[in-house]
Structure formats: C-alpha cells, structure tokens
C-alpha cells in the first residue's frame, strides 16, 4: 500500500446536498508514538487501547457550491456556538487530505461537533475529532463509490484522520489497534492504523482506564512540538528501537494474559515518553507533583494487594489508571478513597476499553 492508493478516480455524479453523523472515541496508547517524519509518518509503531465513554460526535451537513471560490468553504460549531479557534487546525487537515478527497472544493460544509468528556478537562479531543471527522468524509465518499467495501473505508478513514492528528488513526476500530510498520506484522503500515492481528486474552477483554485529571489546564507542550523535540534527540535511536521490541514482547503478553508483564511494558512506555521529553532541549517536565503522589500510591496498593493496577500517561499531567475487569470493585474502591483527593476539583473519567466509531 503507498499513499497513492487512497488518491480516487473521478467522480461521475456529486450529491447536491446531504447529512451525516459519526461518533469516535478517544484511545490511550499503551506503547506510545513520539517522533514524527514528514507527512505524519510515525517514528515508531504504538498500540493503544480503544476508549469507550470519551468521545466525539460530529455532525457534516455538506451542500453543493453554486461558484466555487477556489478555496475551502466550511463552518464550525462547537457543542451549539461558532468556534473560529479550531478553524485553523480543519483548514490545515482539508489542505493536507485535498488529494485523496477531490470533492473538498466542490461544497460548502457545517461541522457540528461536540465531546462527551468537559473541553477543558486536559483530554486532547484531536484523537476523537479528526478521526469523527474522516468518517463522516469517507461516508460522503462512499454515496460517491457505494462499491467500496468496509476494509477500504476504515483504512482510508484512518489515513485521513492520521493526517489531521497522528493519534486519531488508532480511533476508528476498536479494541486494540496498532500503528506504525513492524516486522514481526503483516499488514501493518506507517499509514494507517490496524486492528491488532494477534490474540488477545480475555482479560484484556473488558480493560478499565479510569483518567484520573490532575491539570485540566491546556497543555504545556503541544504535541507537534513534543514530536519535533525528538528529532534531533540524543536517544531518540535507542527509544525508536525500544518501542520496536516492547511491541514484539507484547505479542506473547498479550496472548498469554501476562499482567506482570504487561504492567511492566506499559508504565516503562509511560515514563520513557516523559524521560524523552525531560532530556530534549529545551526540557520539560509534564507530570505535576500530584501525579507522582497517584504513581506512588498505585505503586504500593500494588504491592500490598497483588493486584495488577498499573498507570500510563499521556504528554500530560493526567493519570489513566489500568485494570481488568475483575478486579474492578477492589481498585475503584481505592481510587474513590486514595486517589481523587489529588485530582482537580476531585475529577476523573470512568473509562473502559471500546469497540470503535459508529455511525449514528
Ligand atoms: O496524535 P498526537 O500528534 O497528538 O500525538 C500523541 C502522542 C501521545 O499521545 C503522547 C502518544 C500516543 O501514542 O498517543
């Protein structure tokens, strides 16, 4: 597959006018991208988790133009009211995703958009709202080719939504998705995202992520910085390799339902994401003095009652805390009792792993 196949042939007949209405969620990378090549070419390969309750839902209403004005022709709206500030970020992802969809230029488009979790809770929706926003495109696309089979759809959807946001390719599929080419995985591209081919166990079935918001601020660091940041990094070599072999020693984990294991591949990836950011120049640190305290904590409760709680991290200060399902009683009693007190305004998410985009 090259970025040429996702280029379609002429459209015959273009719609005067339609609607449609797409719902994706977020993900949480368990072995994390961070380092980009150009055109959002990833410079490792990552597996995430689908999420299920964070979420995006878009609205495209699209109507045929009359005169085309040679430019795109869009308006934004964000949970009801106009929002101008997200408009530069939707004109960079149509220029950049023009080629592969030639009837941008041939409408005027509403976007109504809005998300299930706060906006200001420190949970990037750029995941979730590019990749709502390459399905709803693809859907436009398949009234135009109604022959495209389903495979094509989610691939393509997820190399659009890749363009607009590197992280939003995993969002399409569901449950575990993986990114970024690896030998040891047929199928897997820098392109687009896969649904992960492996077995997986069943106690990864029903995975817990309870988000844990320590800063709902805007981020510090923005993610197109971070990645640039690694590009002249002096370990940038050894952590691209290392997220190579943490992905093939996850295939046996994941099949065997290995939690010691898995925990120790997940919070290493988490807070190797953080050591790279605190040995780039200029330096960062993102975690806040909170989210050590909730990491130590996890740590002990661990320890004292054998069970598999583990954390990741996004470039963040929030902590996405892990579990299987049956442990779930026992560690939302301890995050209810010893963790939320370090959270802003004592808030978190009740998440879980998800299934994928729908179509509503
Ligand atoms: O999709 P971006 O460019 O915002 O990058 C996301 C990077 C991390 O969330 C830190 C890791 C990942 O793999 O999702």
Redesign the pocket.
């Known amino acids: 597959m090259t970025h040429k196949n996702f280029v379609p042939s002429i459209y015959l007949h273009l719609k005067n006018e339609g609607k449609v209405t797409w719902k994706a969620p977020s993900?949480i990378?368990l072995i994390?991208?961070?380092g980009?090549k150009e055109n959002q070419i990833p410079a490792n390969p990552?597996v995430?988790f689908t999420l299920d309750a964070c979420a995006t839902t878009t609205t495209l209403s699209y109507t045929k133009l009359q005169k085309k004005n040679g430019g795109f022709s869009f308006d934004l709206f964000f949970e009801g009211k106009p929002k101008e500030d997200f408009k530069p970020k939707i004109l960079t992802f149509f220029t950049r995703i023009e080629k592969y969809m030639p009837f941008l230029k041939e409408y005027h488009f509403k976007i109504e958009t809005e998300n299930s979790f706060p906006h200001s809770s420190g949970i990037?929706s750029?995941?979730s709202g590019m990749a709502v926003l390459a399905l709803c495109l693809m859907s436009i696309e398949k009234e135009l080719n109604p022959e495209m089979d389903l495979g094509f759809f989610n691939q393509k959807a997820s190399f659009l939504a890749r363009l607009g946001?590197?992280?939003?390719c995993r969002s399409i599929e569901g449950d575990v998705v993986q990114w970024g080419n690896h030998k040891e995985i047929d199928g897997s591209s820098d392109l687009f995202a896969i649904k992960y081919p492996f077995k997986v166990h069943n106690v990864f079935k029903k995975y817990h992520d309870t988000i844990l918001l320590v800063d709902k601020g805007q981020k510090q660091v923005s993610?197109?910085v971070?990645?640039n940041l690694m590009n002249d990094h002096p370990f940038s070599k050894k952590r691209f390799k290392q997220a190579h072999e943490n992905l093939s020693t996850l295939q046996a984990v994941f099949a065997k339902g290995n939690l010691d294991r898995f925990i120790e591949i997940v919070e290493s990836e988490a807070l190797t994401?953080h050591a790279m950011m605190m040995t780039s120049l200029p330096y960062f640190i993102l975690m806040k003095p909170n989210t050590l305290k909730i990491i130590d904590k996890i740590w002990e409760f661990r320890k004292t009652t054998n069970t598999h709680v583990c954390f990741t991290l996004?470039?963040g200060a929030n902590v996405h805390v892990l579990y299987p399902e049956n442990e779930k009683d026992i560690v939302f009693q301890f995050i209810k009792d010893e963790l939320v007190v370090y959270c802003e305004e004592q808030q978190y998410i009740c998440d879980r792993i998800g299934f994928g985009a729908k179509q509503l």
């Open positions: 993900n990378a994390k991208y961070w980009k990552s995430s990037a750029s995941a946001s590197g992280s939003a993610s197109t971070g990645h994401l996004d470039a």
